[in-house]
């Protein structure tokens, strides 16, 4: 009989009983030391991240040969960046629930084979013809196929951590993006240079299969997990980790369906509105850096896109540090303070206010300054990035992937925003200089929105229906 088997038949554990139990364990024998398997599955879903993140970015990085060779002008390429935000809006409220009803393991297999056969697609557009239009749709399915990250691992998070560590654990998934841009820029810059701007889309997708070949086979259930020890699985249980939430809160979703009244709920919580807006807020500096900014380091700082593909690693690793620094510093205030809502709030409001800085590029005469400010941009906007932890404290236990779907679909309007906005204000005054203060604006904005309408921080409750 497996975990899933024992926990169905013999139903929750009594806490105080589980408790005394434990204690006398403890008594009659050595302590048995918990297992780290949470750490695995951690690792598996930031792998997951950082490829899609790469993913979306593929075209930033190949887009100035691609755009010289196939004569894509630089609205058309801010539409084209904008197509992967439509799909991924318009589909991430409907993949949460998705992933509510069938669980993270599957829907996260089939997003990861599907976009990943989208973006092999992507580098082979020259050989059909219809450039423009074909590319629209790959990027539009691409989006599609990556909306269930996001609500699946805000699941993953809220299934197999404690809320002691999930400050840690959503500040390392979050600190995916920018490992990606670390990682995957510098190596698609010298595919581009080296081979030619269809590798860059080639190459990735054959690794998505592979990772999505590797997350079949490492993924399990807390309760169903093969190796992991019960002195794990009840530390998760005791510091509110929803253990049994892939098994039971799915079959519970698969029973009543979608509820639009449910999700109508989300929007009656000052608290909840005022984090999607503050997501909206920062994703549109994390669209910025996906999309324009290794085109402004090859077009306003002189830098050739190989140089600009090792050049834009260096902000990403900035932000790196500062997404996984956060989450440290945010658990060890909730530890000291015992406020989640000043655990959460301050990092997010130091990193947020110097994200800000990104506007100072603007009066740096050195290419190299510039890096330096994007640098310390970036490490602030990971540092204030810790909205997926914020979800898995406050989203209500029955509609944790429906309202990470919410709460992506919000923050990533930005991404059909942001491109379209930036191609134009190029096309207008040549020049980024007005690209960067609309950036820089709106981590003020999210700060804002974060002291002004969020609040006190606590998990949403849904109202029972009459």
């Excluded at 030391?33 to 993913?55: E, N, P, Q």
Aim: aromatic letters at 12%.
């Amino acid at each position: 009989m497996n975990n899933t088997e024992r926990y169905a038949l013999a139903g929750p554990p009594d806490p105080s009983a589980m408790t005394s139990a434990s204690a006398g364990r403890t008594a009659a024998s050595p302590a048995v030391a918990k297992t780290s398997y949470r750490f695995l599955i951690l690792a598996l879903i930031t792998i997951v991240l950082a490829l899609s993140t790469g993913d979306r970015a593929a075209l930033s990085v190949a887009g100035t040969d691609m755009g010289k060779e196939l004569g894509i002008s630089a609205v058309e390429m801010g539409y084209l960046f904008s197509a992967f935000s439509w799909a991924y809006v318009i589909f991430l409220i409907p993949s949460g629930w998705l992933t509510d009803w069938i669980g993270s393991k599957r829907s996260m297999m089939l997003a990861v084979v599907a976009w990943s056969c989208f973006t092999v697609m992507m580098g082979m557009v020259h050989f059909i013809g219809m450039i423009v239009p074909l590319l629209l749709a790959l990027r539009f399915f691409l989006g599609a196929a990556e909306s269930p990250v996001g609500p699946a691992s805000g699941r993953i998070i809220a299934a197999w951590f404690p809320a002691s560590e999930r400050g840690v654990a959503g500040a390392i998934f979050n600190s995916a993006q920018y490992l990606s841009l670390a990682l995957f820029t510098p190596i698609m810059g010298w595919l581009c240079y080296r081979f030619g701007w269809e590798y860059v889309f080639i190459i990735m997708g054959l690794i998505g299969l592979a990772i999505g070949a590797l997350w079949w086979k490492l993924y399990y259930l807390p309760i169903d997990h093969p190796k992991m020890n019960p002195e794990e699985l009840e530390y998760i249980r005791a510091g509110d980790g929803l253990v049994d939430l892939e098994g039971l809160k799915s079959k519970a979703a698969q029973s009543k369906g979608m509820k639009l009244g449910e999700i109508g709920q989300l929007f009656h919580s000052r608290m909840l509105v005022g984090i999607f807006i503050a997501q909206y807020c920062i994703t549109s500096i994390t669209w910025f850096f996906m999309t324009w900014f290794p085109i402004y380091l090859v077009k306003e700082r002189g830098f050739d896109i190989l140089q600009a593909g090792f050049v834009a690693a260096i902000p990403a690793l900035c932000g790196l540090v500062g997404g996984v620094s956060s989450g440290f510093i945010s658990d060890q205030l909730l530890k000291k303070t015992g406020s989640l809502s000043l655990a959460r709030k301050a990092p997010i409001t130091v990193g947020l206010l110097l994200s800000s800085s990104i506007v100072l590029c603007n009066y740096a005469d050195s290419a190299w300054l510039v890096v330096a400010l994007m640098s310390a941009a970036f490490f602030g906007k990971g540092f204030g990035s810790l909205g997926w932890t914020v979800v898995a404290d406050t989203a209500p236990k029955e509609l944790i992937g429906t309202t990470g779907g919410v709460f992506n679909a919000f923050g990533n309007t930005a991404g059909i925003v942001t491109p379209v906005v930036i191609g134009y204000i190029l096309q207008s005054t040549g020049s980024f200089e007005g690209a960067l203060i609309y950036v820089g604006a709106h981590g003020l904005l999210a700060v804002l929105s974060y002291w002004l309408i969020v609040g006190k921080i606590k998990r949403f409750e849904l109202k029972s229906a009459s």
